[in-house]
């Protein structure tokens, strides 16, 4: 992305969490008052719901729609329960939620959720520590027994979820980690950052966009090792779950690092799910508002949302369209 186009992000950025902050002390008005569910403070998917809580209150005053932090799975069963909430989640999760697999497994079926807007983003995995750490490959962790003080958002979060899968999948667990003498602190991404710039944390586990705006802060501030994945994880990964794979990152695409990197990326559509039950005019305005001002929308992740158009951002693949998003898609010719 180039400087001016991130300045200008910026920029809009800060105006967007101003407003979700005025919004959320804003006194009681008339009109719908909604809860907006995103993901970890400072990540994409709070990005996403503050871009979106800010477009629709300035086109439709009426529709307030106040941010709390959550993640991909927390949100899922939390819009289920609530008539007048929507917010982020994945492709992936919602499989899991109507099939009642993974994380969601035990449970019944999430059924009565609906879609507004399918993202098509692709996440990067991104594996980061210390230059004076002792590690070549994720898989060293366990074969040198390092005591590590590692950083990961929120449980019930997708980047939480995945993470922890790889893990797995590389034969190491929480309690491993707690073994060795190393400790592994839920936070989001802001203060991950602040724990590594401040020596705090040895590494973290990452997720973002191939720019993502808290890992730019990170190796603008401290020599960062992007350190290589243990592939035969990431190999089972793909095999079980589908919609990812390896992609490599071009050298200096972060400051520090000289060389093209080959990370795992994920294909994840985030959707914006909302109740059932939320009003047919409700929803429509919500997605009205977004796709009308789909370029300022764009500002939230230029780079991962450059394809979104009118003919992709009604497939949601799981959940149905929500009533009030299908009238929309219906009006403007995208759905036949």
């Known amino acids: 992305m180039a400087t001016h186009t991130r300045h200008r992000t910026t920029a809009w950025w800060a105006m967007a969490g101003l407003a979700v902050l005025l919004l959320a002390g804003a006194p009681s008005a008339e009109g719908a008052k909604l809860n907006g569910l995103a993901g970890p403070t400072g990540g994409l998917y709070y990005q996403y719901m503050a871009g979106l809580s800010k477009i629709v209150h300035d086109v439709y005053p009426d529709l307030e729609i106040n941010l709390s932090p959550g993640g991909a799975v927390a949100n899922i069963v939390r819009i289920s329960r609530d008539a007048t909430a929507l917010g982020t989640t994945t492709l ?34 991104y594996p980061l520590f210390r230059p004076e750490v002792p590690i070549t490959n994720l898989e060293d962790i366990k074969t040198k027994k390092l005591k590590l003080r590692l950083g990961m958002v929120p449980r019930g979060s997708i980047s939480e979820w995945g993470w922890r ?3 797995e999948f590389s034969g190491i667990s929480p309690k491993d980690i707690e073994s060795f003498g190393g400790k592994i602190s839920f936070t989001n991404f802001s203060d991950m950052v602040n724990l590594m710039k401040d020596g705090h944390l040895d590494g973290m586990l990452g997720v973002g966009t191939a720019k993502a705006g808290w890992l730019v802060d990170l190796t603008n501030s401290r020599q960062i090792h992007f350190v290589p994945f243990h592939e035969p994880a990431v190999e089972r990964f793909v095999k079980e779950y589908g919609g990812s794979g390896w992609s490599e990152l071009p050298a200096n695409n972060f400051k520090g690092q000289e060389k093209p990197y080959k990370l795992f990326r994920t294909y994840p559509t985030t959707l914006i799910v909302t109740n059932e039950s939320l009003p047919e005019e409700t929803g429509y305005k919500i997605v009205k508002a977004v796709m009308d001002n789909l370029e300022k929308f764009k500002l939230t992740n230029a780079e991962g949302l450059k394809d979104l158009s009118l003919a992709n951002a009604w497939k949601a693949g799981t959940f149905q369209l929500h009533k009030g998003a299908a009238r929309y898609f219906t009006e403007k010719g995208a759905m036949k």
């Open 92 to 125: 992936l999760q919602s499989v899991q939620a109507m099939r009642a697999t993974d994380d969601f497994e035990g449970k019944p079926p999430v059924t009565n959720l609906r879609v507004l807007l399918s993202l098509p983003d692709p996440s990067y995995f």
């Open 165 to 167: 899968k790889l893990l």
